[in-house]
């Protein structure tokens, strides 16, 4: 049996798919319950900004042809799998309950 070889760029897409698949649990206990949908998906996208530019990192390819492509993708991959996955079954909405933290009523 033979295996494929795996380049730099073919690691750097299956972290890529890995990264995807887990950031909607970690945007999920950051985000609270009572944000704006836009501020949540601001959150998101800088989240998965800052996993691009770790695994680049540690993969020592961290540059500028590199980093746009790799968080986009990992976005692209959060979205579908928070709505196709993480939403369905429950987890995600759960996680964003158990980490809410208490509103200030009266807002002082």
Do not use: Y
Not at 49 to 67: C, F, K, M, N, P
């Amino acid at each position: 049996m033979t295996t494929l070889p795996t380049t730099p760029d073919t690691a750097i897409a299956q972290w890529a798919i890995v990264l995807g698949f887990l950031m909607p649990l970690v945007v999920s206990l950051v985000v609270q319950s009572h944000w704006a949908s836009g501020f949540k998906a601001t959150v998101s996208l800088l989240s998965c900004l800052a996993a691009a530019t770790v695994q680049l990192g540690i993969q020592g390819r961290l540059d500028l042809s590199h980093l746009p492509a790799t968080a986009l993708g990992i976005m692209a991959l959060s979205v579908s799998f928070h709505a196709h996955f993480w939403k369905p079954t429950g987890i995600a909405p759960w996680l964003e309950q158990a980490t809410n933290l208490p509103v200030k009523e009266g807002g002082g």
